[in-house]
C-alpha cells in the first residue's frame, strides 16, 4: 500500500502499525493504542485521515470513565432532549457561555460542572434548577425546559410484558443513572 510519507514527501511504500502510547491526562497516565502508518522507507509513523490518530481522544475517554465523567455524547443528545443551544444549556447551569461547546468537542469537564449537569438530568433537579435560573432564560428557553420536564414526568413506566418486548427497542441506560425509557 502506498500512501504519501510527509517526511520524504513522496509516494512510498507503508503499513499499518499498532502504536502503542502512554498519554498523561490531568496528573494520571493512560495506555491506549491506535492505528499508525509506518513509511518502509524512512521508518516514520505518520496519521492520515484514514488512520487518524485518536490517541488523546482514547486517553480522555480512560480518564472520564476512571472519574466517572458523562461523555462528550452524553452531554449533547441531553442538550438535544432539552432543544437547546449549547450556549443555552451554560447559561441554565450558570457556565461560561463556550462552556458546553467546548465539553461537546471534547474538553474534559470540571467535576462539579459535571455534577451540576448529572443533577439537572433529574426531573427534580432540573425543576430546581429553572426555579433558580428563570429569570436569566428566554420564554423559549424556559417553555423548551418545561416540555422536558412535563415529558419526563408522564411518560409511562412500562410493565413486565411491556419490557421484554422493549428489549428489542432501544433504551438508553448510560451510567450516570439517567434514564431514556422506550416511547409506548
Ligand atoms: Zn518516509
Known amino acids: 500500500m502506498k500512501e504519501i510519507c510527509p517526511y520524504c514527501m513522496d509516494k512510498k511504500e507503508v503499513k499499518v ?8 491526562v490531568k496528573g494520571s497516565s493512560f495506555s491506549v493504542s491506535t492505528k499508525a502508518l509506518e513509511c518502509r522507507t524512512c521508518k516514520t509513523k ?12 482514547k486517553a480522555f475517554n480512560l480518564y472520564r470513565e476512571k472519574n466517572c465523567l458523562l461523555l462528550p455524547e452524553q452531554i449533547k443528545s441531553f442538550r438535544k432532549e432539552l432543544k437547546l443551544t449549547q450556549g ?3 447559561k441554565l447551569f ?3 457561555g463556550v462552556t458546553i461547546s467546548r465539553y461537546e468537542s471534547g474538553a474534559i469537564q470540571e467535576k462539579s460542572h459535571d455534577n451540576a449537569l448529572r443533577m439537572g438530568m433529574t426531573i ?6 429553572l426555579n433558580q435560573m428563570k429569570q436569566l432564560l428566554s420564554d423559549k428557553t424556559i417553555k423548551n425546559i418545561e416540555t422536558w420536564i412535563m415529558e419526563k414526568k408522564y411518560i409511562r413506566i412500562p410493565s413486565l410484558k411491556e419490557k421484554a418486548k422493549s428489549v428489542v427497542q432501544k ?5 450516570s443513572g439517567y434514564k431514556t425509557l422506550p416511547r409506548l
Open 17 to 24: 502499525i499498532e502504536l502503542k502510547e502512554k498519554i498523561p
Open 46 to 57: 505518520f496519521s492520515t485521515k484514514k488512520y487518524p490518530n485518536v490517541a488523546i481522544e
Open 88 to 90: 443555552e444549556l451554560s
Open 94 to 96: 450558570g457556565f461560561g
Open 124 to 129: 427534580d433537579g432540573m425543576t430546581t434548577l
Open 171 to 175: 433504551s438508553i441506560i448510560d451510567f
